[in-house]
């Protein structure tokens, strides 16, 4: 009985602190429309801060909760909205998830960066450890006891706030219609500013509180996927009910602890189970509850997209073939091999085009596919040992299908979910699948076989060989990935083109008018997703051959979530957005950082200096996400229609062209290096439509006749003196108006 009062009041407290967590989530998406993910990231923040004020700098503990509950945690909702979350209106969910997803991986590299996560940390019970009381032979320590009655309390407060107080009415008037409540004379982005402070407050009082309890290290990755198991909670109550947002808190710990507390302790299942037990109430929570009416009409976004034909797309694929190929001629061996990972992770991108960009449909999970496919053709595509292992290809094709199927197997409970909710699904999948499978060392027997998952914690995967083609050779495997890049992107472009593609298309726009006309909703959206599994199940093989060795670290959710966001980033709705987002994850970051990592190490004095450079790109990176919301169609939107404008600037295109020849002369004669020329044409794409644009004003303005001079253009002071030029007039100043002295009127030199 002690035993079962014990693990009560443990997993009662745990429930306290998730249910302050999910209650700040229920407060900000009530009243902005926006599911916060980086709510786990501000608490993280927020209790690194607070560790900083009392152990590094030896405040009063009661002065540092004050400082960080009382302003910190307030500023910095108040902060995001104001500069980030208000300007979200009108965008798509993918847009709003992964402007908060940026938000979150921008403030776990800002911690790791302050705060060195190879030293421990730990955060002292409020009133110690030693304060405590015994109730019936159960030890109830002080800090349990204020996570008991800050929930209540919290819960209550919002409670009273939404139903009974005019702010709250006004907080949740701010998202359903904010046209109507400023013609009420109020102010929503006031009302939206408050309830993102509070939400922000109730993070890091939950942060705060958690930290102890866990009894383990303050790390920031594990930190924030730890407030994260809140979300399970938050949608227990749909993002709506405060009292149902605490009881499922409370159904949360309860469970939680009582899995440590009852089932067997041998082995690793327990705790893995345990780790993963939030994520799977997520995902049988968000399946079992019911969902909203399909949307009837199209809601317009900002979001614009233009589909490629099957012959541009041929071309174009055709070009980047040949332009890597002369690329791979610039670069030393570790650099094909870093670019061959990078074309990999653009591979697992496109499966986020066909997917995301075409269907709408969303995945915040896709290297947990890749994960799968790594998994079955690391067991069934090995042949050889030692250093004459090779990868085959009937290894690669059955982790595809098996792939396929598991995408297909994941998407079917999940069927009836759509924007939010299926997005929170597929992260419950990743979340399980990286603490469930492939924490799993142990071994097992099955039909007189024994096998381990994952062996040593590692997958060691050789290169594949397909007849005389073997990937070992770091150009070879660059140039098959590159090849099979450009045969999905035909692929995938022939498929938008097709009486298929046209439904995905529908389905995005108004799922309940595609229904209506006869199309089967559930049959698109299980192939689209088992399309989508198989191509980055593909890409996480050849990113698993490539990288040689694998663990379980390669495919943690923040890894899919970066993803992600680079391809939004970099337009989500286009072949080339996967691309470059793929590249921007496997090459630029890593590349950037490494090389900062490399010269820290070679000069001592200047460490310091490229270890903040270092850190500064991965934040960059994030900050790149939170301004997607301003240009949700992604920057290649605005390329590609930059340089729409530069047909009639022939001259500029032609110019550019030369340019590029003359780099690459100059790289191939090794007068510059590889990645300088990689960034001067970088430089030369970015720029050409800046100066044809320059080109074409200033043709305009030359071919302009006389008479239609400030008819078809602005009548400015240039076209003034040149009409005096042309007319033989002399040519006259621009007035200048006279201050006038008080009483007076002003008067013209």
Known sequence: MTTFLTYTILGLVLGAVYSIAASGLVLTYNTSGIFNFAHGAQAMFGTFLFWQFTKGWG????????????????AMGAALHAVIMKGLRDTADVTKIIVTVAVMLGAVYLAHWAWNPDETRTVDMFFGADAKLTVAGVVIRYHEIVCLVAAVAIAVGLRVLFTRSRMGVVMRGSVDDPDLLRLNGHDPERAAMLSWALGSTLAVIAGVLVVPISGGALEANALTLLVIDAFAAAMFGRLRSIPRTFVGAMVLGLAATYVLAYLPSAGTLTGNLRVSLPMIILFVVLVVLPQDRLRGAAIRTRERYRAPTVRSAAVWGAVLVGVVFLYSLLLEDSGVTTLALGMTFAIIALSLTVLTGYAGELNLAPLSFGAIA?????????????????????????????????????????LRLRGLYLALATMAFGVFLSNMVLRDTTEHELFGMKFTIFPDGALVVPPLKIGPLDLRNGTTALMTATVLFAVLAVGIAALRNSGYGRRLAAMKDSPAASAMLGQNLVRLKLSVFMISAAIAGLGGVLMSSATGSVAQETFIITASLGLVMMTVVA???????????????????HVLVGTFTDLALEHEAAAPIYTALGNLVLVATALVGMGVGKNPSGFVHDIVESYRGLRAAKPVLYGGAALGVLLYALALADVIGAWTFAIAALCVIMLLPVVGRMVLEEGRRRATPLALVGVDEPYTDELRARLDRELGLPVTHRPVPIPATKGEASVTA
């Open 374 to 414: 790594t998994i079955v053709a690391f067991h069934f595509g090995i042949q050889g040992t030692g250093l004459d292992a090779r990868l085959n290809v009937q290894g690669v094709l059955l982790a595809v299908a098996f792939t396929a199927l598991v995408g297909g197997l994941v998407a079917l409970p999940a």
């Open 571 to 589: 337009g989500i709705g286009y072949i080339s957005g996967a691309l470059i987002g793929g590249l921007m994850i496997g090459v630029g970051a």
């Open 59 to 74: 405040w009063p503990v009661w002065l540092a909760a004050v400082v960080v509950i009382g302003v910190v945690g307030p």
